[in-house]
């Protein structure tokens, strides 16, 4: 089977960093995913790693090890804006290219 | 550019029942995907079309359950006869490769 394990919750300080683990166990793996989703709104894409190593894209960074099967979305300095639920994703067959999600972490940014 | 777009956005049905979503993915993406997520739990695969074929439906849950593309453009999803536990929130997602899905905003399924 497939599964996905990170945080259910996490909070921090406005300015802060905050990082967001993920482990997942797969038949196969070609690639871990980040989406953001606010309340009522749609997953947005934030990253993907195919790759060993960190990804930076602005304030977020994304982290990948393979032989760990291990992942970390990194948010930098904070936003009021960035509360919202994080998932992972991973891409786990060949040919075909839907996602598997993990549950979500639940960002809470306090001032 | 459009983004995804979803009607309806809410729909509130009565057990055996039948509904149908619809999905416009962003114009020129191939590949088109139908997800649902029950209160509280993850985001889960449903289908993926590649243009108007099936590429996978293993995560379809039963055969009340019917999707199709049309033309390679707008999906539906049918549910018919819908049950209590088909309630949830049902997202499409489109894309041109694998990496990069982009979701439309959803639309939340009540069954009574």
């Known amino acids: 089977g497939q599964s996905l394990e990170q945080p259910s919750e996490v909070t921090a300080v406005e300015g802060a960093i905050v990082q967001i683990n993920c482990t997942y166990q797969?038949?196969?793996?070609?690639?871990l995913s980040w989406y953001q989703q606010h309340d009522g709104g749609a997953p947005t894409f934030l990253s993907y790693n195919a790759l060993d190593g960190l990804e930076e894209t602005g304030r977020f960074s994304s982290f990948l090890s393979r032989s760990d099967s291990y992942g970390y979305l990194l948010l930098q300095e904070l936003q009021m804006k960035d509360s919202a639920s994080y998932f992972c994703a991973v891409r786990s067959q060949t040919g075909a290219n839907n996602l598997f999600f993990g549950t979500g972490t639940r960002l809470t940014v306090i001032p | 550019e459009a983004g995804v777009t979803q009607f309806p956005s809410h729909s509130v049905i009565e057990k055996g029942q039948t509904v149908t979503l619809r999905c416009d993915p962003i114009?020129?993406?191939?590949?088109l995907y139908w997800y649902r997520r029950v209160m509280g739990k993850e985001i889960k695969f449903l289908l993926h079309?590649?243009?108007?074929?099936?590429?996978?439906e293993s995560g379809m849950p039963n055969n009340r359950f019917l999707a199709e593309r049309t033309g390679g453009t707008y999906s539906t999803l049918k549910v018919q006869p819908a049950e209590l536990e088909d309630s949830g929130v049902y997202f499409c997602a489109s894309s041109q490769g694998p990496e990069k899905q982009y979701f439309g905003p959803g639309t939340r399924l009540t069954v009574l």
């Open positions: 114009s020129g993406h191939d590949n």
């Open positions: 797969t038949s196969g793996f070609y690639g």
């Open positions: 079309f590649v243009k108007e074929s099936k590429q996978d």
